[in-house]
């Protein structure tokens, strides 16, 4: 299970937001390792989960959907004012979503 600790669903916050991914049941390890019942964070900012075939494939990288393959559980995020999604896929050692997905719930953020 991976979920957003903070900030809570439907904060009001400040920019950069401080953004806090928990996980349990799996342990975090980094990009390239190769560790069963791991995985690294992937944020999806303002965009949907990959579905279908696209879940075979390594996740995107850009400012959509950044990578924290050093095994990071927080990160700084710099978003404009206005309303957000934010949602984390686990990735493996590839970038690859497991099989099922490993994913939080969305949540929505108001940035001022």
């Given at each position: 299970m991976v979920y957003i600790i903070s900030p809570p669903n439907g904060a009001t916050v400040?920019?950069?937001?401080?953004?806090?991914?928990?996980?349990?049941?799996?342990?975090?390890?980094?990009?390239?390792?190769?560790?069963?019942?791991?995985?690294?964070?992937?944020?999806?900012?303002d965009a949907p989960l990959p579905e279908?075939?696209?879940?075979?494939?390594?996740?995107?990288?850009d400012e959509h959907h950044l990578h924290f393959g050093g095994g990071q559980t927080e990160a700084m995020i710099a978003l404009p004012p206005g309303k957000h999604t934010l949602q984390l896929l686990l990735g493996d050692h590839n970038h690859i979503p497991h099989k099922p997905p490993v994913a939080s719930a969305p949540i929505t953020i108001n940035v001022k």
């Amino acid at each position: 299970m991976v979920y957003i600790i903070s900030p809570p669903n439907g904060a009001t916050v400040s920019s950069p937001v401080m953004v806090q991914f928990g996980l349990g049941g799996m342990g975090v390890a980094p990009a390239g390792v190769v560790k069963e019942n791991t995985g690294h964070h992937h944020l999806f900012v303002d965009a949907p989960l990959p579905e279908g075939a696209a879940l075979d494939e390594a996740i995107s990288k850009d400012e959509h959907h950044l990578h924290f393959g050093g095994g990071q559980t927080e990160a700084m995020i710099a978003l404009p004012p206005g309303k957000h999604t934010l949602q984390l896929l686990l990735g493996d050692h590839n970038h690859i979503p497991h099989k099922p997905p490993v994913a939080s719930a969305p949540i929505t953020i108001n940035v001022k």
